[in-house]
Each structure stands twice: as structure tokens, then as C-alpha cells.
């Protein structure tokens, strides 16, 4: 079955490290996103890439870094300065850029930073 | 800016028809999805309108009104699995802004 795996489903982090979520896709599509969930909050955009070797900073890409090698992957790495980096990380992606077909998510990654 | 707005937290019976709102204040969005978020997992697609008009998906229902920069998802039918949180998401260009979501409790 076609799908986005994240990996790992829990991230524990020491304050100061920095630490990369996966994210692959088999479902060929050519647009991932990646967005922050905080508790009680909707998702903000942090990178989206609509095309391999290509990306763009979203709304919070501050302390963040991405790369898209890869049609199917998209990892993202959270950096030591990013201020505030416990959240519920989400993986998306959807068919072509530029259109507007909806997203596929990944089950997330919970990262905790102490 | 793209503010979207939604309520924050509605309650409803069993069996009951619910309608949540959700508004914009720009005419930057060309497309409104409504996704359904269980809570501690993934968001999952619910309906989507690219033009005036009611979106029909059995027991889920979305309307769009461009002009008025106005939407609503209608559920019908609830059931105790239909609580969760609701997100309501503007698209441009394939990138999509959300709003907070809206935490609905469904009681017996």
C-alpha cells in the first residue's frame, strides 16, 4: 500500500543537538511538506518542496533545515537554534505542485527536547 | 494576512446534524479543504471546494462561499467516532494554510 512513514514515532533530545526526522513517500507524488503541530493549536508550514532539488522556507523555517534529494524523501532537520523545538511534527505530501489536490500525512513524529 | 478562523470547541448528540464555520479574511486562498484529526494522530481528508457551492460526500457535506470568504463543513448522521478536531486549510498554489481547529464532542 502506498503511504508516508515517519520515523521515529517518539524523539527524545537533549537541549543543544541537533536531530533529523524521516520522512518517506511510495505514493509518487511531487509536492512534501512539512508542518508543527502545538497542543491545541492548527499546523504551521516550516519547508515545502514542490520538486526534487528545490525547496522553500514556510511560515516558522527558522531553525530548520530540509533537503529533497529524492522524489520520495524529504527529511528535516531540527537545529540547536530553533528556540522552542518540542512539537508534533507532521510529514506531507500531494500529487503536483501548483495544484490544489489534498495532502497525505504521515502518522508524525513527537519530538521532546529537555 | 491569511487569518483563518474557526470556533474553537463545539458539542453535539449523537445522531445530531452539526455545522462548523469557517472564515477568512483574504481573497488569497484559491481552494478550502476540511480535514479530520483524531487526537495524537495524522490529519486525513475529508472534503474540498474549488468553487461556490455544496460539496456532498455521504455523510459529510462542504460549502464554499468564495465572495464572503466563508465555509462550513456539515456532518449528519453523528457518531461517538466523529469526535475529533476539524481543520479547515486555504490553498494557493498547492500551499496550504490552516486554521486551529475545532475540537468537537459528540455525546450520547
Known amino acids: 500500500d502506498g503511504g508516508i512513514t515517519q520515523s521515529p514515532k517518539y524523539l527524545f533530545r537533549k537541549e543543544g543537538q541537533n536531530v533529523t526526522l524521516s520522512c518517506e513517500q511510495n505514493?509518487?507524488?511531487?509536492?512534501m511538506y512539512w508542518y508543527r503541530q502545538d497542543p491545541g493549536q492548527g499546523l504551521r508550514l516550516i519547508y515545502y518542496?514542490?520538486?526534487?532539488?528545490?525547496?522553500q522556507k514556510g511560515d516558522i523555517a527558522e531553525g530548520y533545515s530540509v533537503s529533497r534529494e529524492k522524489k520520495e524523501s524529504f527529511p528535516l532537520t531540527v537545529t540547536s537554534a530553533q528556540k522552542n523545538p518540542t512539537a508534533f511534527y507532521l510529514c506531507a505530501s500531494s500529487m503536483a505542485p501548483g495544484i490544489n489536490s489534498p495532502l497525505h500525512f504521515g502518522n508524525g513524529t513527537r519530538l521532546t527536547v529537555t | 494576512g491569511q487569518n483563518i478562523d474557526q470556533p474553537t470547541e463545539m458539542t453535539a448528540t449523537e445522531g445530531a446534524i452539526v455545522q462548523i464555520n469557517c472564515t477568512y479574511q483574504t481573497s488569497g486562498f484559491n481552494g478550502l479543504f476540511w480535514y479530520q484529526q483524531h487526537a495524537g494522530e495524522a490529519p486525513t481528508f475529508l472534503s474540498y471546494n474549488v468553487l461556490d457551492g455544496l460539496e456532498e460526500k455521504g455523510r459529510f457535506s462542504s460549502f464554499l462561499s468564495r465572495s464572503k470568504g466563508y465555509s462550513y463543513l456539515l456532518l449528519k448522521e453523528l457518531q461517538m467516532k466523529d469526535s475529533a478536531s476539524y481543520l479547515c486549510?486555504?490553498?494557493?498554489?498547492?500551499?496550504?494554510?490552516f486554521g486551529d481547529g475545532t475540537t468537537l464532542t459528540v455525546k450520547p
Open positions: 518542496s514542490q520538486i526534487v532539488n528545490d525547496f
Open positions: 486549510a486555504g490553498t494557493n498554489a498547492g500551499k496550504s494554510t
Open positions: 505514493l509518487n507524488h511531487d509536492a
